[in-house]
């Protein structure tokens, strides 16, 4: 099962908004709502910000959301912060004896 | 609130093996599934491998499938990862994690992690 793919790093200025894209492919990303990005602070432990597709989990901002389109998913950050500064991840799930896979994960950084 | 606490890291050389334990509290351990993910330094995240809720099912990624093995006791509420033939490759942070749904569902949203632990391949 290849890793999902995703923009090395991408960058904004404050108050822009941002996406992310992560393509896989009919099998795992096309096929199932089975989404989900976390975001990985410096230094700190991955977070949950987006599940199965589009849905927030309480206490995330909704400065982020997320969305898909064929073999596509993206998260957008809208209203970008010096804080939204980090690397996020998106995973799918595939429908194989290896279930989950991860994008190689993308740096955002603000201008 | 949700802890995760793993333990058992280390340096071990190549060919060896180790064993890593994830202890669970603040939440009814015995009705989530249970995750490894790992991250080599300097790298992304790469997802390892998954527990159901009462160990019935196991799922692994290739590059560790006949070497790794999870398993849990749910009346300790610790979830493990036994590591054998470790290679140089397999050096990472080790974090486990709880899946959001309960019960048999595995959702693959992984919404509480621990801090992880260092495992070390080197000769």
């Known amino acids: 099962q290849s890793a999902l793919t995703q923009p090395a790093s991408v960058s904004g200025s404050p108050g822009q908004s941002i996406t992310i894209s992560c393509t896989g492919t009919s099998n795992d990303v096309g096929a199932h709502n089975y989404v989900s990005w976390y975001q990985q602070l410096p230094g700190k432990v991955p977070k949950l910000i987006i599940s199965?597709?589009?849905h927030r989990p309480s206490g995330v901002s909704n400065r982020f959301s997320g969305s898909k389109s064929g073999n596509t998913a993206s998260l957008t950050i809208s209203g970008l912060q010096a804080e939204d500064e980090a690397d996020y991840y998106c995973t799918s799930y595939t429908g194989t004896d290896t279930p989950w896979v991860f994008g190689g994960g993308t740096k955002v950084t603000v201008l | 609130q949700v802890q995760l606490v793993e333990s058992g890291g280390g340096v071990v050389q190549p060919g060896g093996s180790l064993r890593l334990s994830c202890a669970a509290s603040?939440?009814?351990?015995?009705?989530?599934?249970m995750h490894w993910v790992r991250q080599a330094p300097g790298k992304g995240l790469e997802w390892m491998t998954f527990?159901?809720?009462?160990?019935?099912?196991?799922y692994y990624v290739d590059s560790v499938k006949g070497r790794f093995t999870i398993s849990r006791d749910n009346s300790r509420s610790t979830l493990y990862l036994e590591m054998n033939r470790l290679r140089v490759e397999d050096t990472a942070v080790y974090y486990c994690?709880?899946?959001?749904?309960?019960?048999?569902?595995?959702?693959?949203?992984?919404?509480?992690w621990g801090q992880g632990t260092l495992v070390t391949v080197s000769s």
């Open positions: 527990i159901r809720y009462d160990g019935t099912d196991k």
């Open positions: 603040g939440f009814s351990f015995s009705n989530y599934g």
């Open positions: 994690a709880k899946d959001r749904a309960p019960g048999y569902s595995s959702s693959g949203n992984l919404d509480d």
């Open positions: 199965d597709v589009f």
